[in-house]
């Protein structure tokens, strides 16, 4: 694809690899100019929303859609804005001080998420966006989508932000590769990589008390589960 307004030349690569339950993206700009040219550069995945939607982001601040508003994360003014049914208006806000290579919308009814996992020092964006669970959402699904109903997004940048443009030189290229796949039945998220995602609980009402729930893209029939607290193995398995 050509880039109306830069002219730059952008290609998105999908891949299944045998025996890997996920799809492998990578996404490519390409500066086919004589001069340095601004650009941002983002891929996003819309996710069907029910009471259950939640972003699992692991970042503690974040920074406005629409200003540059400094916030902490997942509570904002007492509310947890991680669960799309508290926002009852349009929410977009980029991470800051992220800690991990995932990003995630769990659907914590139907206990279904859909994943990405990527590098997060290459691709240092992630992005939240919902139009929220109030009325002005559904007046703004109106105009978004025909008959699918209300949505989230999860977004994944090169920059941290798009307050600011980055630029890329005349024949330089610029991206990165991520990859996207669903997993069910985990209970919630708490991390994932390209091979697992994991969900850890520790239930306050039963103390001493973990349950581990894994989903893997592959075989790995010569793993080895640990379970370490304090630097200690409480428990292993193969």
Known sequence: HI?????DKISLEVTLRPGRAFLETTIRLRNRNLAPNRYMLWTNAGVAVT???RFVY????????DSSALNTWPVINGVDLSWNRNNKNMLGVFGLDIYDDFMSIYDYKSDYGTICSKNHLVARGMKTWTFGSGLTALRHMASYTDNDGLY????????IWDGNYEFIDP???DGWTEYWYGAGKL??????????????ELPEQ???IARL???PTALFPQSMLELLAGGRVVWSNT
């Open 3 to 7: 880039d109306h307004f830069f002219r």
């Open 51 to 53: 009471d259950g939607s």
């Open 58 to 65: 692991p970042m503690t601040r974040t920074i406005g859609h």
């Open 152 to 159: 989230m997004e999860t977004q994944s940048g090169r920059f």
């Open 171 to 173: 024949g330089k290229t």
């Open 187 to 200: 209970g919630g998220l708490t991390t994932a990589t390209m091979d697992l995602a994991a969900f850890l």
């Open 206 to 208: 039963l103390p001493g």
């Open 213 to 215: 729930s894994l989903t």
